[in-house]
């Protein structure tokens, strides 16, 4: 057979791929565990947007539901009553916490009145922090991932390279077949690491925004109902 020949058959023979798995197992148990961290972390994550973003969507739901009852003329003492037997999220917490200060402030024969403005703002203010609190619960752990995954990923292909290079100067063979799959290992620990950094990252951004409109619109519906309840305690007043 002529060298024509031989170079066909070379270019016609199947060439065994490397797969993912096969670059996981055979890689340095330091590395093993950089990747394993990784894609837990990359569940985590995950875990975490889909729990925010159903979270998000059903506190929207709930303060459109909230707002058209609100000002569909209903009595506040109505609504109130409706509420106050019930968990409550968002503006509906907010109205239950400031109707309750209300309530409490004139009840008896001496009515609080003279501070009962600031006490009601106070009260206000804290439920939206304690919401917000809670809408942007775990979203810490979505930004320390963005920024330190890629790291660790890095972390791992130093380390397996270094372990390539150490089997070089070992065997004394530096043929492209001896060092590819070690690099082809250690470099999978940052595409893994790179795979976990980008959607947290992304969604870390999207996700802050989102509770921060849904704070600003709790702060927007605080300032309305505040200005009802001044008016009510100067007609006391009077």
């Not at 837990?40 to 947007?49: K, T, V």
């Not at 390279?161 to 063979?173: D, E, L, R, Y």
């Not at 795979?195 to 921060?212: E, H, T, W």
């Amino acid at each position: 057979m002529g060298s024509d020949g031989v170079a066909q058959v070379a270019l016609s023979a199947p060439v065994e791929g490397v797969s993912y798995l096969s670059l996981f197992f055979e890689a340095d148990i330091v590395v093993k565990v950089v990747m394993l961290g990784l894609m837990a972390a990359s569940i985590w994550s995950w875990a975490i947007i889909f729990d925010k973003v159903i979270l998000y969507r059903r506190t929207k739901r709930q303060m459109d539901r909230f707002e058209n009852v609100f000002w569909s003329g209903q009595s506040l003492e109505e609504l109130y009553k409706s509420l106050s037997t019930r968990a409550n999220d968002g503006m509906a917490a907010l109205f239950v916490a400031a109707m309750r200060e209300w309530k409490r402030s004139l009840e008896g024969q001496k009515p609080a009145i003279a501070s009962l403005q600031q006490r009601i703002d106070r009260v206000m203010d804290l439920t939206i922090s304690r919401e917000v609190e809670a809408l942007e619960k775990r979203l810490l752990f979505l930004a320390t991932i963005g920024s330190a995954a890629p790291f660790i990923g890095l972390f791992g292909t130093v380390w397996g390279i270094m372990g390539s290079f150490t089997s070089i100067a070992a065997s004394k063979n530096t043929s492209l077949a001896v060092v590819a799959p070690g690099i082809a290992e250690a470099l999978f620990a940052t595409g893994i690491g790179l795979v976990a950094a980008i959607p947290a990252v992304i969604a870390y951004n999207k996700l802050q925004s989102d509770a921060g409109k849904l704070g600003a619109r709790m702060e927007g519906f605080a300032d309305e109902f505040s200005a009802i309840l001044s008016r009510r305690i100067d007609e006391r007043v009077s």
